[in-house]
């Protein structure tokens, strides 16, 4: 087995237990809305902040904390990004990357610092003053001070929201390589679905204190557990609807005059009651009436409603009878027309209808 | 012009400015971080030579300090001289006098003080008196230099606990204050105008060197 961490946190609403092998997932996402808890854990997980009787945190071997042990903060040797940096502004950018290699001979610390730097993508700003630095420079500044430790345990507290919106994109994509090339275990608390699609191979799904589902970040955004999962994820459409009959794995879903075809594991009871969710993702628009002989098996009629800027991605709600959302990119607009008012046929394969038996909640 | 009373007028303030800012921080640092709550009553009592007036204090002070009481019996045992009446009595008086003097303003400053920079600290593998030296004195300077020109000052004005503990003793107990009052009871009016003048003059130019240093971020460091 490889290094895994084990960590079953009690406190307040908080109550969890989870359990990631950190070697097969280097990057694991603790995926929740803001008040789910995700900040305690993590604060649990450093050693700042106690949690109540009952837990044990576990990590590579060692307890960290259960009823009658407690490792601090500072002896667990571990990095924290925070959402802003939280540099030390009264020191240089060496001497805040610096800050930790207390224990390294002071002879190896230049090049220590020269070496987190560059892993962070920040050599070039070893001679600069904190208060010079932008958010996104800040920010790999603070990534290099807590990997130049060498630390065995990287935790992240919304590293990115903190940012503008393009140098967020921009980290962004680079945040998972730097993590990867690191070498070093992470755990990545976000709220934002982008993030945690860009950053995790694993994904924990925290609602209200509770581990709701851990899985592939695939598997999670595209097969939520559970209404509240699916919610918090955020498939863009989640509609109500009632099974018809299953044939050959493909479900037929009545949903508000329409007939929805999905794909489904397993068959579900007839006449079941079920939330249909479909990513706008994978909802494709086109002119005019339903043209049938195509692959897709769902064609619906709708109206264009709005039409709403989505960073690269342009977000349009329809109206097929019930809420609809699609994502295009801006040229599809344009050859489209796409204007509030327009009759449009949305497509749909059946795997990207996912079904969510109600009640599971 | 009483030079003497001048001079121990300075000594006294600049020992009490010493002593405080000693005791002053790690109170003030336990103060703004402790979770618990009855270190309120420990801040109330801090706070204390604030609105009690000046007299009082000095009759607690001196009672506490003569040689009838078990702090000045010891005194009295270890060193052959009574407490009250002298130099080191009116320096223990000084420092519960301009205690909340110091203790406010660091308080406030280190409650002011980012959380989480402490937190990046410890996770980094400081301890606490690390942390206290690298992150929150220096970026609490303005804190402290407010600290230490308020208890130096209120020690340099300091009349009614001087006159309760300390007496008349010149070169002992006699501070700046009391020379100007007793000039003025001997109707030697040109004595104390000239006393009065060089005290007002170097109030004015240690209050002036603090400010520009303020002003010019000597004291402070760099917001964003």
């Known amino acids: 087995m490889g290094t895994t961490l084990t960590a079953r946190v009690r406190r307040h609403l908080l109550d969890l237990d989870l359990s990631v092998d950190v070697e097969q997932a280097p990057v694991t996402v603790v995926f929740g809305p803001s008040g789910s808890g995700k900040t305690t854990l993590l604060r649990c997980l450093a050693g700042l902040d106690r949690p109540e009787s009952g837990s044990r945190i576990e990590y590579d071997g060692a307890l960290w904390c259960d009823d009658s042990t407690w490792v601090r903060a500072r002896d667990r040797r571990i990095g924290l990004l925070f959402q802003d940096h939280v540099l030390f502004p009264h020191l240089s950018v060496a001497g805040n990357v610096g800050y930790g290699l207390r224990q390294l001979p002071r002879a190896d610390r230049p090049a220590r610092i020269r070496e987190a730097l560059a892993a962070a993508g920040a050599e070039h700003l070893i001679d600069r003053a904190v208060p010079q630095l932008s958010g996104g420079e800040a920010q790999r500044v603070a990534l290099a001070r807590a990997l130049a430790p060498r630390p065995r345990l990287l935790l992240l507290d919304e590293p990115l929201s903190a940012l503008d919106t393009p140098t967020r994109a921009r ?31 694993r994904v924990a799904v925290l609602i209200d204190g509770r581990l709701r589902q851990f899985d592939d970040v695939a598997t999670v ?57 479909v990513r706008a993702e994978d909802v494709a628009l086109h002119l005019g009436a339903a043209e049938s002989g195509g692959s897709p098996r769902n064609h619906l009629a709708a109206v ?40 449009v046929t949305a497509v749909i394969k059946a795997p990207a209808v996912h079904l969510v038996p109600r009640g599971t909640t | 012009m009483d030079w003497q009373a001048i001079d121990l007028s300075v000594r006294l303030s600049l020992a009490t400015t010493a002593i405080l800012l000693v005791i002053a921080v790690p109170l003030a640092a336990w103060l703004a971080h402790t979770p618990r709550r009855w270190p309120v009553l420990i801040e109330a009592v801090v706070a204390l030579p604030l609105v009690l007036p000046p007299t009082v204090l000095g009759f607690y002070v001196l009672v506490a300090l003569g040689t009838r009481s078990p702090i000045g019996q010891w005194w009295y045992e270890l060193t052959g001289k009574t407490l009250a009446f ?44 690390d942390t206290l030296l690298r992150v929150v004195l220096p970026m609490c300077r303005p804190g402290l230099a407010t600290a230490a020109v308020l208890t130096f000052a209120h020690t340099m004005g300091e009349f009614g606990v001087v006159l309760m503990v300390g007496g008349n003793i010149p070169g002992e107990t006699r501070t700046v204050s009391i020379s100007i009052y007793d000039s003025v009871q001997a109707f030697d009016y040109a004595t104390a105008a000239r006393t009065s003048l060089a005290l007002l003059a170097f109030s004015l130019v240690v209050l002036t060197v603090t400010y520009s240093l303020q002003r010019r971020g000597a004291l402070t460091w760099v917001r964003r």
């Open chain 1, 221 to 277: 955004f595209s097969a939520p557990a559970d209404l509240a999962v699916a919610d918090a994820v955020g498939t863009e459409t989640i509609v109500a609807g009632q099974v018809v009959d299953t044939d050959q794995g493909v479900t037929r879903v009545q949903v508000r005059g329409h007939l929805l075809h999905a794909v489904t594991a397993e068959p579900l009871p007839e006449g079941s009651p079920v939330l249909a969710c």
């Open chain 1, 171 to 201: 980290l962004r994509g680079e945040l998972r390589r730097l993590l990867r090339e690191a070498g070093v275990p992470a755990l990545v608390v976000t709220h934002d679905r982008a993030e945690a699609l860009a950053l995790g191979d």
């Open chain 1, 304 to 343: 264009v409603t709005g039409l709403d800027d989505h960073g690269p991605l342009l977000r349009v709600d329809l109206d097929a009878g019930f809420a609809l959302a699609a994502y295009v990119t801006r040229p599809t607009r344009e050859d489209l027309g796409l204007t509030p008012g327009l009759r």
């Open chain 2, 86 to 129: 002298s130099f080191t009595g009116l320096l223990i008086a000084s420092v519960l006098y301009s205690l909340p003097f110091a203790v406010q303003p660091l308080l406030a400053s280190f409650a002011g003080l980012d959380r989480r920079l402490l937190d990046a600290s410890e996770v980094l593998g400081r301890g606490r008196v």
